[in-house]
C-alpha cells in the first residue's frame, strides 16, 4: 500500500520551518533561517521544503497533505477585537498593522497556494488539500505524538496563537483532547517578553539571555511583579494588569507605568549590562517558575496523569523544566526539541495524521525525534570537491584515527568546529553542527564567547555527556538528550570557594571557577545538561569516547555553530566562512580535518559583522 506524505509548514510569524511524516514517521523537518541565512526567518520556507522533500527522497507530486500551523483567519479576529477593545488608543498600531494584514495575511490560503504551486512547476488546482490547524493545537501535537509516553497531559505555553496563550490537553494513545485555555493578552510568554524587552534584548530572540542573566542577580522585585503586573491565582492560572503593557495595542511591548515601576527607561541595547538588569532577570525568572508549578500541579490534579509534555516558546526555559522535574508532581517530562513555533510545522503534520486521518499511533518508550537529527547531510565526496575547489588545506581522517587526534587538540585547550551528520532541528546545536571544546579549561568559557561567538561574557555553555555517565557528574538521574533541562553539578565536583568569592558581584562571579567543569558550571552551580546517545549520534558520542579515554572526562563542551546574530550552520560552505571569521582552531567536516593555522592567509576585515543583525 502507498505510504501518506505529509508536508507541515509554519511561517509568517518568526521560525518559518517545514517538516514531511510518512504514515506517521517523522523523516525530515528544518528551519527557513539556516538556508536563507536570516536569523528567526519568518517568510514562506521555500528552502526548507525544498530541503525536506530531498532527504525524503520525494517530489511536490508525491505529498498527499499540506499542513498550515495555525488559522489566520481567527487570529485576524483576535487582532480586530483587541485593536477595537483598546480604542482609540490602539489607533496608530492599527494602522502600522492593518495594511501588511489585509495585503498578505487575510488572504493567506492564496498565498500558501501560489508559494506552493511555484515550488512544485505546477497550477493551484494541482496541488494537495491544504489544512490549517489551530497554533495551540499543533504546538500539543508536536509536543504529544512524538513524546515517549502513551498517555500524558499536555501542556502548551508561549506568547499567543490565535487567542490562546496557555492551553492544557490530554494525550491518550493518538488522541489529544482539549481542557482549557487561557488566552490573549494574559500570557506568560509576552510578560517574560516584555522583560527582554525592558531590559535591553530582542523578543522572540534574547529571552534565553534574560534565564542566563539570572543567577546573577537577587530576585528583589518579584513581589513588585506579583503585587502590581500580575494576578496570580492559587491554581497558577493568571491575569495580567495591561495598565503597565503596550503590547495589546502598541508598538512597544512596555509603557511609562511600567519604567516608572522599575525605575527608569528600558535599557538600551548594546549598553552595560547593570545591577538592576540583573535582578530584574532573576525576578521575573522566579516567577515564571512559581506560574508554571502552580499549573503543573493543578494540571495534574485535574487529569491524574503521571506524565507531562510540554511545548511552546515558554517550554525553552530550561531552568524551569529542571524544577518540574526534581520538584514537580509529575513522574517524567518531556519536551519538544523544537518548542517554538518551527515545532509547529511538525505538530501540523502529525496532528493531520493522527486527528484528521484518525490513525494509531505506535509508543515504545523512546521519543519520535530521532535526537532531532532531521535536517540534511553532507556526503564527504561533496565536502572534498569543495575545499578542493577553495583550495583548503585539509587531513582526510577515518574515524580510528580522527576520534583520538580530536581528543588531543580538544585537550590542548583548542576550539573545534564540528560538523557532521544530519543537521539539528530546533534552537540548539546538539552535535551535529556544534563548536565544542575542553569543559575543564577555566579560560574557556569568555575565550568561546569573545573571540568566537562575539557575545556577552556572561552567557553560559551546555555540556555535552555520555547518557550513562551523566549522574556522576550532574544531579540528573535521567536522559536530557535535546539540551532543555538545567541540573545542579554534583557536591562532589564542585570547588570550594572563600567568602571573598561568595560576595562577589555580578559579572566578577565569573573569575571564580564554581566545579572540575569551570566553563559548562554557571554561577549557581546549576548546567543546561545534553546527554549523548550512541544510538542516535555514534560519532560524536565516539569523540566524546575518546575525549574520556584522553583525560578520564565523559564531557565536552557543546555550543551552536555560529557566530552571534548568525543562524547555526547549514553548509560546508557555511562552516567553512564562520570558522575563517573567528579565531577557532580547527574545523571538523565530517572526516576532514581542517587547521586554521595551515589554511591560507585571509585579509582581516571585520565588516561580515555587519551581515548578521544582533539578537
Known amino acids: 500500500m502507498a505510504s501518506t506524505h505529509i508536508l507541515g509548514i509554519s511561517a509568517y510569524y518568526h521560525d ?26 519568518a517568510r514562506f520556507p521555500r528552502h526548507a521544503v525544498a530541503s525536506c522533500l530531498e532527504v525524503a527522497g520525494l517530489t511536490f507530486a508525491d505529498l498527499d497533505y499540506v499542513a498550515f500551523y495555525d488559522k489566520p483567519l481567527v487570529k485576524f479576529e483576535r487582532l480586530l477585537e483587541t485593536y477595537l477593545s483598546y480604542a482609540p488608543k490602539g489607533f496608530r498600531s492599527f494602522v502600522t498593522a492593518m495594511p501588511i494584514w489585509l495585503k498578505e495575511k487575510l488572504f493567506l490560503k492564496n498565498t500558501l497556494k501560489t508559494e506552493l504551486a511555484a515550488l512544485a512547476g505546477t497550477d493551484t488546482a494541482e496541488l494537495p488539500p491544504l489544512l490549517f490547524n489551530a497554533h495551540h493545537e499543533s504546538h ?21 496563537g490565535e487567542w490562546a496563550t496557555t492551553s492544557v490537553w490530554r494525550g491518550e494513545g493518538a488522541e489529544l483532547t482539549p481542557l482549557w485555555e487561557i488566552d490573549f493578552p494574559h500570557s506568560l510568554g ?33 513581589q513588585k511583579i506579583l503585587d502590581n503586573l ?31 515601576l522599575f525605575g527608569g527607561e528600558p535599557r538600551k541595547p548594546e549598553s552595560p549590562v547593570t545591577e538592576r538588569e540583573m535582578d530584574i532577570a532573576r525576578s521575573i525568572q522566579a516567577v ?38 526534581r520538584e514537580g508532581p509529575f513522574d517524567d517530562i518531556w519536551i519538544q526539541p523544537a518548542a517554538g513555533d518551527a515545532g509547529g510545522a511538525l505538530g501540523a503534520a502529525l496532528s493531520t495524521w493522527h486527528s484528521h486521518l484518525g490513525n494509531a499511533r505506535q509508543v515504545n518508550g523512546a521519543d519520535a525525534m530521532q535526537g532531532a537529527y532531521l535536517g540534511p547531510a553532507s556526503d564527504r565526496e561533496s565536502i572534498r570537491r569543495y575545499l578542493d575547489e577553495i583550495q583548503a588545506p585539509y587531513r582526510e581522517l577515518d574515524d580510528e584515527a580522527l576520534m583520538p587526534a580530536m581528543a588531543d587538540v ?8 564540528w560538523f557532521g551528520g544530519r543537521m539539528e532541528f530546533g534552537p540548539r546545536a546538539l552535535g551535529g553542527r556544534s563548536i565544542i571544546g575542553d569543559p575543564r579549561s577555566r579560560k574557556m568559557q569568555s575565550v568561546m564567547n569573545l573571540k568566537i561567538k562575539y557575545r556577552e561574557s556572561f552567557r553560559p555553555f551546555a555540556p555535552a555527556v555520555q547518557a550513562e555517565e551523566v549522574s556522576a557528574w550532574f544531579e540528573q538521574d535521567r536522559p536530557s538528550p535535546y539540551m532543555l533541562i538545567v541540573a545542579p553539578v554534583v557536591e562532589e565536583r564542585r570547588l570550594p570557594i572563600t567568602e571573598e568569592q561568595r560576595d562577589a558581584f555580578g559579572i566578577d562571579k565569573l573569575n571564580f571557577p564554581r566545579s572540575e567543569l569551570p566553563a559548562v558550571t554557571h554561577v549557581d552551580y546549576s548546567a543546561r545538561i545534553q546527554t549523548i546517545h550512541e544510538d542516535t549520534n555514534p560519532r560524536f558520542y565516539a569523540l ?6 584522553r583525560t578520564g572526562c ?50 582581516k576585515d571585520d565588516s561580515w559583522k555587519d551581515e548578521f543583525e544582533l539578537d
Open 410 to 417: 580538544l585537550a590542548g585547550e583548542n576550539v573545534v568546529g
Open 140 to 160: 500539543a501535537a508536536s509536543a504529544f505524538f512524538p513524546g515517549p509516553f502513551e498517555n500524558a497531559a499536555v501542556m502548551c505555553l508561549d506568547g499567543v
Open 554 to 603: 565523559p564531557v565536552l563542551i557543546n555550543t551552536s555553530f555560529n557566530v552571534r546574530g548568525e543562524p547555526i550552520v547549514c553548509s560546508p560552505e557555511d562552516a567553512y566562512r564562520c570558522f575563517m571569521r573567528t579565531e577557532m582552531d580547527y574545523l571538523v567536516l565530517e572526516n576532514f580535518l581542517l587547521a586554521k593555522s595551515e589554511q591560507p592567509a585571509v585579509e
Open 16 to 41: 518559518s520551518a517545514a517538516a514531511i511524516v510518512a504514515d506517521g514517521r517523522i523523516v525530515s523537518a528544518a528551519q527557513e533561517e539556516r538556508f536563507s541565512r536570516k536569523k528567526h526567518d
Open 544 to 549: 566524546i569516547e575518546a575525549f574520556k579515554q
Open 230 to 260: 500580575l494576578d496570580l491565582k492559587a491554581d497558577g492560572t493568571f491575569r495580567l494588569n495591561m495598565r503597565y503593557f503596550n503590547y495589546a495595542a502598541g508598538l512597544t511591548m512596555t509603557n511609562r507605568r511600567f519604567d516608572e
Open 288 to 325: 515564571t517558575e512559581e506560574v508554571v508549578m502552580r499549573l503543573a500541579r493543578t494540571v495534574h490534579a485535574e487529569t491524574g496523569m503521571d506524565k507531562l509534555c510540554l511545548a511552546g516558546g515558554v517550554a525553552l526555559n530550561c531552568v524551569c523544566n529542571g524544577r518540574l522535574l
Open 190 to 222: 509576552l510578560l517574560y517578553s516584555a522583560f527582554t524587552y525592558y531590559t535591553g534584548f530582542k523578543v522572540n530572540s534574547g529571552e534565553y539571555k534574560l534565564m542566563g542573566l539570572a543567577p546573577y542577580g537577587e530576585p528583589k522585585y518579584t
